[in-house]
């Protein structure tokens, strides 16, 4: 049966949403505050939870970031009851995760309609999740075969992340291996001091976590939107079993394993004995070759130039102001335009 918990500090409300869904014919599982919902939804993992938002101590934007610290619950369809319908908080609910949103007062239809909506969406993804690997035989039979377990992943269901939105923590069980069908991604690690170092920086085409070929256990870094971005999704299971019959794709993932591990060793070298002014002056040579689209420009933040080039954001703002002096690049918000390329690469340690 499927359940659905209510967290609702209203009791009035609360009770009738419950007789509502139970003649429904659902199993319904309540909570009378956000704080009572998180420990409930943890432990009785419903196929959905219908949450007010205004209620004391812990709302129910807490309640939703709680849950999305979990990975048992941050999948679970979330929809927000409010008085509240102004367009600010309907965008801090989306970006916060939730699929839907009811105002109050509704009735028993447009209650019941966003249950069975989200519901049959959620089906649609456990569809997809839960695929046998039947189909993917025929990619190895083709001229290149990792090319076309692009195209396959870019015909199955997609989620949008949107800026700024979290992938997947570090430390966080690993569920699979996403590829990026639009936008662009980065991955990060935190120092013992706080600071975050990019580890990569992902575009669309790319495939990102191809290390779960070597381990099952955890994310080794947290992954992060960089912008809007859409990515195709195949589960470590699925994945696994493709590796062990079909080796020539193995081996081309294998492959771009190597290339991304000597990526990051140049960057480790670079960082440990290149000057400062080389080290930005390689990072933005690298992004320009990588992932400029005319070749001479780039939108990266100062925060995230510096932690890919190892350095505080403070120097990256000085020694930008000295390449622009120098007519090496120009400047404008974030974006930063390639003025003297081969002279930029050249420049001495």
């Known amino acids: 049966m499927t359940k659905i918990l209510v967290i609702e500090d209203n009791t009035d409300i609360r009770e009738n949403i419950v007789e509502i869904l139970e003649l429904s014919g659902y199993q319904v599982y309540d909570a009378p505050n956000g704080d009572a919902g998180v420990k409930m939804a943890l432990s009785h993992l419903p196929d ?13 934007y807490g309640v939703i970031e709680e849950l999305n610290r979990h990975e048992k619950t941050r999948a679970i369809p979330f929809i927000f009851l409010t008085a509240k319908a102004e367009r600010t908080d309907i965008r801090k609910g989306m970006e916060l995760g ?12 447009e209650l019941l309609g966003a249950v069975e909506s989200r519901l049959k969406k959620k089906e649609l993804h456990q569809l997809f999740y839960g695929q046998t690997a039947e189909k993917l035989g025929e990619v190895v039979d083709k001229k290149d075969g990792l090319q076309e377990l692009k195209q396959l992943m870019q015909g199955r269901d997609s ?3 949107k800026k700024n939105e979290t992938i997947h923590h570090e430390g ?3 569920t699979g291996i996403y590829f990026i069908v639009s936008g662009k991604v980065k991955t990060v690690k935190l120092t013992e001091d706080g600071r975050e170092l990019i580890t ?5 085409d790319d495939y990102l976590d191809i290390n779960i ?3 099952e256990d955890i994310y080794t870094d947290t992954a992060i939107a960089l912008e809007i971005t859409e990515l195709g999704f195949l589960p470590a299971d699925q994945l696994a079993k493709l590796l062990n019959s079909y080796p ?11 290339n991304n591990v000597r990526e990051k060793e140049m960057r480790l070298l670079q960082i440990a004995y290149s000057s400062v002014r080389k080290r930005i002056a390689e990072t933005i040579v690298n992004l320009v070759q990588q992932h400029s689209p005319d070749g001479k420009t780039i939108k990266i933040s100062r925060d995230d130039l510096a932690a890919l080039s190892g350095t505080a954001p ?3 703002s000085r020694t930008l102001t000295d390449f622009r002096e120098e007519g090496l690049i120009d400047k404008a918000g974030s974006t930063l335009y390639v003025l003297d390329l081969e002279k930029l690469n050249k420049l001495k340690n």
């Not at 939730?98 to 239809?109: E, G, I, Q, V």
């Not at 990569?200 to 669309?204: E, L, R, T, V």
């Not at 020539?248 to 190597?258: C, M, N, Q, R």
């Open 172 to 174: 966080d069980r690993v």
């Open 200 to 204: 990569g920086i992902y575009k669309s």
């Open 314 to 316: 403070e120097t990256v």
């Open 213 to 215: 070929i070597l381990t």
């Open 98 to 109: 939730a699929d839907d949103y009811l105002s109050k007062p509704f009735d028993d239809a």
């Open 48 to 60: 959905i939870i219908l949450c007010d938002i205004m209620m004391p101590e812990l709302d129910g």
């Open 248 to 258: 020539d794709i193995g081996a081309k993932f294998v492959k771009l394993l190597a």
């Open 159 to 161: 989620r949008i992340f």
